[in-house]
């Protein structure tokens, strides 16, 4: 490739993995440095550290142009631009630990890379500080990411616009050359991550993925704004639903009417549990936090926050309305991923249904397809986990959807009523079709959807 520059990442999780694998795809030459030594001899022998569709293929397709170390000299020696990808965990206060890129930080100024980009999710300011931390000669970029996990590759490769901050013309120059395959979508199709149709057409008549060009400050607080935005919308419509709920309306059918309107279109208006994740739930109290500090109160981001959490426990406090105290009742959770497709439980809803449960005398049994081995070091082992669902519904008082894995919505649900003790079965997901379980003879409730709670009755 013409403008293939040889460039480390820093950071093995979900973004700088995706990163790295994206950009020695696209040609150029990656070393990913991390300091966790078993996630890199595991790398070195093409094993992903965690469950990400299309992750093992691509990292194999990628290995000719993919070093991994823990070494910082091994990793810096050569390289011209150093991408920092290390986590920023919620401290307990709610801000950003940024204690991990400090550490990127101090090590990467005993080298000697001239550019340096930030894509961690970090506070306003924080890449002022990275400037002073790195000195003069070192160029400083902010380049937050989009990706979703589950889908973190395919939102690499094919993203809706690629973010960045910075304040001088060359590292701008710098950024647009090595993410111009990007831009121009010219790298090769992966077989198993398919480019999506519509971008294939828009980009045959001339369409290029946008590059936005900002100050540092406005890429940091985009990163946010972002994700508090999407939150909102989570909250707001989960919202919606619970006033459907309480007068006999069908929050799909609202949403279906409502998300046509191009102003408010369709996307992330699914009404269900609240989010979850590494993302949301840090990034929304973190930016709380930030306007809080600065003196300002951004009392809509609190109410989202306070609206999500108290979702969680909706369907709790709807399995006792149906089933009565829950004192020695079976309750399953099918799914304990914070979203299907991915094995994460960071911030998982599933978690703190688990412990309400529990603490109201319920016996909890749990299944899920990837996150089962994980779940079992985390849940309360009181907590029952199966692998297979059909064995964790054997003789159970209800059934509560908490994470909508397409196996779910395929289970023979016929089959299931028969091994329940009670066909009662809380949709946390809207993953089910309220008349086919209703005419199956279940008790069925989704969030906003199926009957009012008032009507449902064993
Ligand atoms: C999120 C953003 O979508 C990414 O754009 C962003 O880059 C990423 O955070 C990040 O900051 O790194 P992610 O946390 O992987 O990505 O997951 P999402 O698919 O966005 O889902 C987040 C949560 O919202 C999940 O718990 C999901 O169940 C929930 N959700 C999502 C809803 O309840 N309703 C919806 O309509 C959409």
């Known amino acids: 490739m013409e403008n293939a520059k040889t460039v480390t990442v820093v950071g093995a999780g979900y973004v700088g993995l995706s990163t790295a694998v994206a950009l020695a795809l696209l040609g150029h030459e990656v070393r ?15 094993e992903p550290p965690f469950y990400e569709p299309g992750l093992a293929e691509s990292l194999a397709q990628a290995a000719p142009r993919l070093r991994y170390t823990t070494d910082p000299a091994e990793a810096y020696d ?11 965990p919620p401290t307990p206060a709610g801000h950003a630990d940024l204690r991990y890129l400090y550490q990127a930080l101090e090590t990467l100024a005993q080298h000697r890379v001239g550019l340096v980009v930030v894509k961690s999710t970090v506070p306003v300011g924080t890449n002022q500080d990275a400037k002073r931390i790195l000195g003069p000669g070192v160029a400083v970029a902010s380049n937050p990411e989009f990706l979703r996990q589950g889908q973190a590759l395919s939102d690499t490769l094919y993203p809706d616009r690629i973010l960045v901050g910075a304040e001088e013309e060359w590292v701008f120059g710098v950024l647009e050359r090595l993410y111009q395959p990007l831009v121009e979508q010219s790298f090769e199709e992966l077989p198993w991550l398919p480019r999506p149709k519509a971008l294939r057409e828009a980009v045959a008549r001339g369409y290029r993925v946008p590059l936005v060009r ?11 704004a972002a994700n508090a935005f999407l939150a909102t919308r989570i909250s707001f419509i989960n919202e919606i639903a619970n006033v459907a709920e309480a007068v006999g309306a069908d929050i799909e059918e609202v949403v279906r009417a409502i998300g046509l309107d191009p102003r408010i279109g369709p996307h992330f208006l699914k009404a269900g549990l609240g989010y979850g994740g590494s993302c949301f739930p840090k990034d929304t109290r973190a930016l709380a936090y930030l306007a809080k500090r600065g003196g300002y109160d951004f009392k809509l981001l609190r109410a989202v926050i306070e609206v999500n ?6 369907l709790v406090e709807k399995a006792e309305a149906v089933l009565g105290r829950l004192t020695g009742q079976t309750v399953v959770l099918l799914g304990l991923a914070f979203k299907p497709g991915t094995d994460d439980l960071r911030d998982a809803p599933s ?7 529990l603490a109201r005398g319920a016996r909890v049994r749990a299944t899920d397809p990837k996150a ?8 309360d082992p009181r907590v029952e986990t199966f692998a297979d669902p059909l064995e964790a519904l054997e003789g159970a008082d ?11 919505r395929a289970l023979d649900w016929a089959e299931v009523k028969r091994r329940l003790r009670r066909p009662v079965v809380l949709d946390g997901r809207n993953a089910l079709d309220p008349r086919a379980m209703e005419a199956l003879g279940y008790v069925y409730q989704g969030i906003g ?10």
């Open 449 to 458: 959807r199926g009957r009012k709670l008032s009507e449902l009755a064993l």
């Open 214 to 224: 900002t100050g540092l400050e406005s890429a940091e607080l985009a990163k946010y």
């Open 78 to 88: 050569g390289s011209e631009v150093a991408i920092v990808a290390v986590g920023t």
């Open 32 to 46: 990913v440095l991390d300091t966790n030594a078993a996630r890199v001899e595991g790398l070195k022998r093409g």
């Open 372 to 379: 089962l081995e994980l779940a079992k070091q985390i849940l």
């Open 309 to 314: 959490q108290a979702q969680r426990y909706r």
């Open 351 to 357: 978690l703190e249904i688990a412990e309400e449960l």
């Open 398 to 408: 209800a059934v509560l959807l908490v994470t909508e894995w397409p196996e779910y």
